[in-house]
């Protein structure tokens, strides 16, 4: 997203959250923030941080921190802990320990980063704890 998709977002929450600029700030503050919102988003399009805005409207009256837009947009683009490792589980059921090929996305990040073959030495339970802890770590890293 660039500064002046940047410029509409925060408009968009201006708009919707008349409380969020209930006090005046600096035409340089202005430029200021608004940079900071494209370079927080510079990796997604302006179509993804609107959508994650509707989705934050539908469930909160304040307006969003940059960090509860890109928890929506972690949301939407990738399965929860529990359902990563589902695909884990299934996975390894399908094809043991060499399951990497069968993986993509953040799933795939978190079971190179989990080294998927220790699972072997752990009982399900602890397992499934930990590579849930390193999956939500990659999501949010």
Known sequence: MNTTEAAKILKRIEILYPQFNSSPISDDDVKELIEIWADSFI?????????????HVKKSK???TIAEL???????????????????DKALGAYGNNIYEHLS?????????????????MDQGEAQKAFMKAYTEVLYD
């Open 43 to 55: 990796a997604e399009s302006f179509e993804s941080v609107a959508t994650a805005l509707k989705m």
């Open 62 to 64: 304040y307006a969003p």
């Open 70 to 88: 890109k928890a929506e947009l972690i949301k939407r683009d990738n399965p929860t802990p529990a359902e990563a490792w589902q695909i884990i």
């Open 105 to 121: 996305g953040k799933v795939l990040e978190a079971a190179k980063k989990f080294r998927i073959s220790y699972l072997g030495a």
